[in-house]
């Protein structure tokens, strides 16, 4: 291979598609315009190159530049500055000039705010300038029906595009958001409670995770993952149980219930269950992550305290 790939970077890999399809489009209209008002075959041959060809050795670029990002950025610059020209080539069609413009406008404020669409600008009009003086172009801002209908038609296109792609990735940083605050949050509440016996449950009450510290009460595979949390519980508190873990498949907050669990050597351990439920950003709960305290020795010492007294 004559030159290494490297890995493009996300902002050329986003901008692939988009550019591809967008001059790909732009072409058609393009040789509509030329059909309409007629034009040499050159132009049509260099359209090819521009539309079609460009968008792939842009990208080939940011696959062999060191610095893929900065390759990129300079790709969206240079966009407007041949766009310009084109503006320029075509006499300045009004629809199809302003399609032109709005897309490196679109992409430069996008990547680098109010800088970056100021030198796009600058370099469209440059563009469009410097070419308008080299080939004395004239001025024709009106179009037939169908080149006026397909720019329209391209514009709405192109922006409801870019509409979809910030709304996906606004999705997607709703998610990571959430994912991150779900995170912190549980990890306190099982901080908060480290040494008792905390599991994680999914929503049909299965074990996905159970602490070392339940070693202390039941066999190392009783709890393994898969498992079903509830074949722990005594039979008699397992309706207790199922509405338990009914509540929090169907609340935000935490819930408490106090069980009978864990038998040893013929005896069942009086347990109180804190429950919290994980939730996604649609409220839907995901898993259940459970702390529990063997409170059998605290109830016994109660009772014997009120039997005792007076």
């Given at each position: 291979?004559?030159?290494?790939?490297?890995?493009?970077?996300?902002?050329?890999?986003?901008?692939?598609?988009?550019?591809?399809?967008?001059?790909?489009?732009?072409?058609?209209?393009?040789?509509?315009?030329?059909?309409?008002?007629?034009?040499?075959?050159?132009?049509?041959?260099?359209?090819?190159?521009?539309?079609?060809?460009?968008?792939?050795?842009?990208?080939?670029?940011?696959?062999i530049?060191?610095?893929?990002?900065?390759?990129?950025?300079?790709?969206?610059?240079?966009?407007?500055?041949?766009?310009?020209?084109?503006?320029?080539q075509?006499s300045?069609p009004?629809w199809?000039?302003?399609?032109?413009?709005?897309?490196?406008?679109?992409?430069?404020?996008?990547?680098?705010?109010?800088?970056?669409?100021?030198?796009?600008?600058?370099?469209?009009?440059?563009?469009?300038?410097?070419?308008?003086?080299?080939?004395?172009?004239?001025?024709?801002?009106?179009?037939?029906?169908?080149?006026?209908?397909?720019?329209?038609?391209?514009i709405?296109?192109?922006?409801?595009w870019?509409?979809?792609?910030?709304?996906?990735?606004?999705?997607?940083?709703?998610?990571?958001?959430?994912?991150l605050?779900s995170?912190?949050?549980?990890?306190?509440?099982?901080?908060?409670?480290?040494?008792?016996l905390?599991?994680?449950?999914?929503?049909?009450?299965?074990?996905?995770?159970?602490?070392?510290?339940?070693?202390s009460?039941?066999?190392?595979?009783?709890?393994?993952?898969?498992?079903?949390?509830?074949?722990?519980?005594?039979?008699?508190?397992?309706?207790?149980?199922?509405?338990?873990?009914?509540?929090?498949?169907?609340?935000?907050?935490?819930?408490?219930?106090?069980?009978?669990?864990?038998?040893?050597?013929?005896?069942?351990?009086?347990?109180?269950?804190?429950?919290n439920?994980?939730?996604?950003?649609?409220?839907?709960?995901?898993?259940?992550?459970?702390?529990?305290?063997?409170?059998?020795?605290?109830?016994?010492?109660?009772i014997?305290?009120?039997?005792?007294?007076?």
């Amino acid at each position: 291979m004559l030159f290494p790939l490297f890995p493009a970077h996300r902002i050329a890999r986003v901008n692939y598609a988009p550019r591809a399809l967008a001059f790909a489009y732009i072409f058609i209209v393009v040789v509509l315009l030329i059909a309409e008002r007629g034009g040499s075959a050159w132009v049509i041959a260099f359209g090819v190159l521009q539309f079609i060809v460009y968008p792939h050795l842009v990208y080939l670029h940011a696959r062999i530049a060191h610095d893929s990002k900065r390759a990129e950025m300079n790709n969206l610059l240079a966009d407007a500055l041949l766009l310009g020209a084109w503006t320029a080539q075509l006499s300045f069609p009004l629809w199809l000039s302003c399609g032109l413009l709005l897309g490196p406008s679109l992409n430069n404020a996008a990547h680098g705010g109010i800088r970056r669409l100021g030198m796009g600008l600058l370099l469209f009009a440059a563009g469009a300038l410097i070419w308008a003086v080299l080939i004395g172009a004239s001025y024709q801002p009106n179009t037939g029906p169908m080149v006026t209908g397909f720019a329209m038609a391209g514009i709405v296109g192109y922006v409801s595009w870019i509409g979809i792609l910030v709304y996906e990735q606004n999705r997607r940083l709703v998610r990571t958001r959430s994912a991150l605050k779900s995170s912190e949050e549980q990890f306190r509440f099982i901080a908060e409670h480290e040494g008792d016996l905390v599991c994680v449950l999914d929503t049909n009450g299965r074990v996905q995770y159970a602490s070392p510290s339940h070693l202390s009460y039941i066999e190392p595979g009783a709890m393994a993952p898969g498992t079903e949390w509830i074949n722990l519980v005594h039979a008699e508190d397992r309706l207790n149980a199922r509405q338990f873990l009914t509540l929090l498949r169907s609340t935000k907050s935490s819930e408490r219930v106090q069980l009978r669990m864990f038998p040893s050597d013929g005896n069942w351990h009086i347990v109180e269950c804190l429950g919290n439920p994980v939730q996604d950003e649609n409220a839907t709960t995901q898993m259940i992550v459970l702390v529990s305290h063997d409170v059998t020795a605290y109830l016994r010492a109660e009772i014997q305290s009120q039997l005792a007294s007076p």
